[in-house]
């Protein structure tokens, strides 16, 4: 069974920073592409980013591109997501998951963890 946890979550300033991180278990991690995603309230969960699963490849929604880097490490099964510049338009519940063909997401959904940017 595939378990998704999120952590890193807070409250920010905009401007601020903050490091998500999910830990896998239940797939071969290491071969696996992994993204990252967010439900705004009221809105439709969003794709944000996506790495392969050796890591050499990345990949932004444009939204979030030159202010978002995600990155994994494969020994411990995390995929992390630093966030930089952060708007109040990135408020919202992050998640991630395994994805295939770049963006469609793989497996149930975990808690997610949630980001609050204030003005």
């Known amino acids: 069974q595939v378990q998704l946890v999120e952590s890193g979550g807070g409250l920010v300033q905009a401007g601020g920073s903050l490091r998500l991180s999910c830990a896998a278990s239940?797939?071969?991690?290491?071969?696996?592409?992994m993204g990252w995603f967010r439900q705004a309230p009221g809105k439709e969960r969003e794709f944000v980013a996506g790495i392969s699963w050796t890591g050499g490849r990345t990949y932004y929604a444009d939204s979030v591109k030159g202010r978002f880097t995600i990155s994994r490490n494969n020994i411990r099964n995390t995929v992390y997501l630093q966030m930089n510049s952060l708007k109040p338009e990135d408020t919202a519940v992050y998640y991630c998951?395994?994805?295939?063909?770049?963006?469609?997401?793989?497996?149930?959904w975990g808690r997610g963890a949630q980001v609050t940017v204030s003005s």
């Open positions: 239940g797939l071969t991690f290491s071969c696996t592409d």
């Open positions: 998951n395994a994805v295939s063909g770049g963006q469609s997401p793989m497996y149930s």
